[in-house]
């Protein structure tokens, strides 16, 4: 049996709002349709997650709420833990989990990007440039699919991953 992690970074934040601290900045006009949009395609995909991890910064669950608006009931955490988490320390949440096969991470740069890179491991080399290097940058509102050739989540480490699909924002144009 394998697990699956969908990985989305926030959407593209409103740094317009200078007198709020970088935990609660909100969503830009262009985030709040990004956020829609990776919505509509993980739903017409069928990239349905049975839980979501969400850091607790305004802008990730600004980019959570279309999402929860077409699956209020998958069980979801809300955590501070993930707010600028490193992918160790995102690994560990994750290990913690026990009975979910597909879960949706929504979290934040450089943390996501280096948890994908490290998932994937030697994998990378199967990819194009153009993708190693949009997957590096991880920009705001893309989405990562990544399958993991484990049977429970405490068994996940760096290297067991496979990148099943990687979407951003202007993919979806």
Not at 5 to 21: G, M, P, Q, T, Y
Not at 44 to 49: D, L, T
Not at 162 to 173: A, C, G, S, V, Y
């Amino acid at each position: 049996m394998t697990k699956n992690l969908l990985i989305l970074r926030h959407a593209k934040s409103n740094w317009n709002e200078n007198d709020v601290n970088d935990h609660e900045r909100g969503l830009n006009q262009r985030g709040f349709e990004n956020s829609k949009k990776i919505a509509e395609f993980l739903e017409e995909n069928k990239f349905i997650p049975d839980h979501i991890l969400c850091s607790s910064a305004k802008r990730a669950l600004l980019t959570l709420d279309p999402i929860i608006k077409t699956w209020n009931e998958i069980p979801r955490n809300i955590s501070d833990e993930m707010y600028l988490a490193s992918p160790e320390i995102i690994i560990s949440i994750i290990k913690k989990q026990k009975k979910y096969s597909q879960i949706l991470l929504i979290g934040h740069n450089p943390g996501l990007a280096g948890l994908v890179l490290k998932l994937i491991g030697n994998n990378i080399e199967k990819l194009n440039e153009d993708l190693k290097y949009s997957i590096s940058k991880f920009p705001t509102c893309s989405l990562a699919k990544i399958s993991l050739n484990i049977k429970n989540w405490s068994e996940l480490r760096f290297g067991v991953g496979n990148l099943e699909e990687f979407i951003r924002p202007k993919d979806l144009e």
